[in-house]
Structures are given as structure tokens and as C-alpha cells.
């Protein structure tokens, strides 16, 4: 059962019609290639720094932000748990989200929250919602601090978004996944770094090709039965940093 069959709709006619939609779009090649390269477009020119949410600057692909804005409607998750905060626009997107449900709480973790950042996100009127972890999201001791704030929710998101290289997001999903609770998502961002083209640099950074979020969502799914690749969220969006990234906890 995937997240669109489990997803409240108003009327069974238009569900349907949504359903066979999308698809089809599973199957138009056409838009689909289109929808990548524009992708690879929007990368070179940074279109996805252009955006904020709530006053806070969301590095994200719009798209991306509606989806988790379905996902966490649809969960209703007690925690959200995220890893990478840069400017905290994703942190306040699910903030905002859980302060319209009436519960819950993010906690974000980042080897490095600059100072200013902290203090906007501290200061911002969703900022009673989050709490912030400083190091390595696979070291022990932050992992530790997580997995302890994680005990006793019932729902449990986990949102992946910090270095990209396989080994990294690997260790993060081997630390975090196992907390995603039944029918909720371990969404693995930055996941199309694999299907960009072969000649694309990536300066200052470790991944690219064979080595990046997809290849450790491969991995990982391996020995994971329990999670599927939920491709009605990918299929819905078609243009998407998180192609093979959204996956659901069965």
C-alpha cells in the first residue's frame, strides 16, 4: 500500500482519477526526461537557493517542500527528526506543519549551526518546536542523543539532508531509519546526485557518481524488507531532489 492509497481524499471519483494520473506519469518517459533536465538546469543556476519559508531561507526544490507538507499531514508525526539544517527553512517548514496539527516537535542536527543561524532559528515564532543538535550526525554520542530524545514517540519521521557521500547517509540510515514508525518515511534527500550527468563537478565536495544518497539507499534497502520505495510520491512530483528517497516504512 503506498502513501497515495492511504492518503484522505474528498471525493472517491476524484482519488481515482489522481491515481490513474499519476500513473501514467510513471510511464511518460517524455516528461520525465524533460523533468530531469531541467533538474540539471536548475542545479547549474542554484534556482532551489531561491526560496524561503516563513522568513527563513529554504534550499529546496518547491516541489519537495509540497510533498514532506503531505507526508507530515499524513502522519502526523510526534518527531521529526532531520539531519543538515543550513539556514533552518526545512526545520520551519515542519514546524509550521506540526504547529498546525497541535503536536509534536523537530529536532535538527548539523556538524556545524553558525551562530546566526541559531539565534534566527531560536528566535523565530516556531522556534518553540525545535531543538538543535551540533556534530557529526553519525557520531556516537549524537546519535545516542537522538535516538533518546526519539523513545517513546509513537510517530517517528526522519528526514536525511546533510553530506551527501554514500558512506555517510549509509551510517546515517543504519543510526536513524530503524525509528521511522509503521506507515511514516525516511525521506533521503540529494538522491538524484546519481542520475545527474557524468561530466558534473561537484567543487569542494566528496560525492558524484556511484558515490552519494542514492547508491546508499540501494545499500541499505538490501537487508531492509521493511522499507519500500514509495514511487507514487516521486511519479506525483516528477521533478524532484529525492528520486528513490522517499521511503516507507511498512
Not at 18 to 40: G, V
Not at 74 to 88: N, R, S
Not at 207 to 223: D, F, H, I, R
Not at 224 to 249: N, Q
Request: aromatic fraction near 8%; include cysteine; charge should be negative.
Amino acid at each position: 500500500m503506498n502513501y497515495l492509497e492511504t492518503t484522505p481524499t474528498a471525493h472517491p471519483e476524484y482519488r481515482d482519477e489522481k491515481h490513474q494520473r499519476i500513473m501514467k506519469l510513471h510511464d511518460d518517459a517524455e516528461f520525465r526526461a524533460l523533468s530531469n533536465a531541467w533538474r540539471t538546469m536548475a542545479l547549474e543556476r542554484k534556482y532551489m537557493n531561491n526560496f524561503s519559508w516563513l522568513g527563513r531561507p529554504l534550499i529546496q526544490l518547491p516541489q519537495d517542500a509540497m510533498a514532506m507538507q503531505e507526508i507530515i499531514w499524513q502522519v502526523k508525526p510526534d518527531l521529526i527528526i532531520e539531519t543538515g539544517i543550513a539556514h533552518g527553512g526545512s526545520l520551519i517548514l515542519s514546524a509550521s506543519m506540526l504547529q498546525l496539527i497541535g503536536h509534536g516537535e523537530v529536532l535538527g542536527v548539523d556538524i556545524e549551526i553558525r551562530p546566526h543561524n541559531r539565534a534566527e532559528i531560536e528566535a523565530h515564532p516556531l522556534g518553540h518546536r525545535i531543538k538543535m543538535i551540533e556534530g557529526s550526525s553519525i557520531a556516537p554520542e549524537v546519535v545516542a542523543q537522538v535516538r533518546a530524545a526519539a523513545q517513546g514517540k509513537q510517530k517517528v519521521l526522519v528526514c536525511l539532508d546533510s553530506n551527501h557521500t554514500h558512506e555517510h547517509v549509509l551510517g546515517e540510515l543504519n543510526a536513524y531509519a530503524d525509528l521511522v514508525t509503521s506507515g511514516s518515511y525516511c525521506v533521503v534527500f540529494d538522491t538524484f546526485v546519481e542520475d545527474m550527468p557524468a561530466e558534473t563537478e561537484w567543487p569542494g565536495r566528496y560525492w558524484g557518481k556511484g558515490n552519494n544518497p542514492k547508491t546508499a539507499v540501494w545499500e541499505y534497502l538490501k537487508s531492509h524488507p521493511e522499507f519500500e520505495i514509495d514511487h507514487s510520491v516521486e511519479d506525483r512530483l516528477l521533478v524532484t531532489s529525492a528520486p528513490d528517497g522517499f521511503l516507507r516504512r511498512r
